[in-house]
């Protein structure tokens, strides 16, 4: 079982919708949090980075959200943009352990004009 | 704003030959990451340079090496290249007064045939 599992596996929205990807994670304890965007071929880029003690972390349309308690956060995109078409992952930091960056399994979005 | 530098961005290779993949890290960062990611696959880490000495070693093969030289610079080392070896590979880097956000390059998309 993925110690970090994302949902919804993939996601068809309306430009200019808003959206909300859910990470649910069994890594403790954890460093730090992050959402990245993938562009299919290329690199992640990160999103937003957040530590355990942190509740939400914004970056422009992108919102992030974590509830350790619950062990989830959320990533919500708002007013979705043609570009925001793209892989999201969400990669936990254990504290210990040999896997040093776990990354979740990813929620594919396309956004329709 | 400068990023992370990949080469060769494709390569091609037959099985049990070598191949060394190049990353260098945005200037100032003295961390570097590799990480592999298979077709349609999370990225898998494989290794990590934090001024040029191992730092951390996720699911790296026995049969791949790497190191970090004096000007940040890394190499991947692969050898005795097999089928399953076909990848992109990333490479990213990061640097302690960016609160460890890693800035990822645009891969090496290597094919072993």
């Known amino acids: 079982k993925n110690q970090v599992e994302q949902s919804p596996q993939s996601l068809i929205i309306l430009e200019g919708k808003n959206c909300t990807l859910q990470c649910n994670y069994t890594v403790s304890p954890f460093s730090n949090l992050r959402w990245y965007k993938q562009d299919t071929g290329r690199g992640p880029v990160s999103l937003t980075i957040?530590?355990?003690?942190?509740n939400t972390k914004s970056n422009g349309r992108y919102t992030a959200t974590l509830d350790a308690d619950t062990k989830q956060s959320s990533l919500h995109i708002t007013a979705s943009q043609l570009s925001d078409s793209a892989s999201y992952i969400c990669v936990v930091r254990p504290t210990s352990g040999t896997y040093k960056y776990i990354f979740g399994t990813g929620t594919r979005l396309k956004v329709l004009a | 704003a400068a990023g992370v530098i990949q080469s060769p961005r494709h390569l091609i290779k037959e099985k049990r030959e070598t191949a060394t993949l190049k990353c260098y890290p945005i200037p100032r960062h003295d961390t570097v990451y590799w990480y592999q990611q298979g077709p349609g696959q999370d990225p898998q880490f494989l290794i990590s340079f934090y001024e040029k000495m191992q730092s951390d070693k996720g699911s790296i093969p026995d049969r791949f090496s790497a190191q970090q030289f004096s000007d940040y610079h890394s190499e991947l080392n692969m050898s005795s290249l097999e089928l399953g070896d076909s990848a992109l590979y990333f490479c990213?880097?990061?640097?302690?007064?960016?609160?460890?956000?890693?800035?990822f390059g645009p891969g090496t998309r290597l094919l072993v045939l």
């Open positions: 990213a880097s990061s640097s302690t007064d960016t609160r460890e956000t890693q800035y």
């Open positions: 957040m530590t355990f003690s942190e």
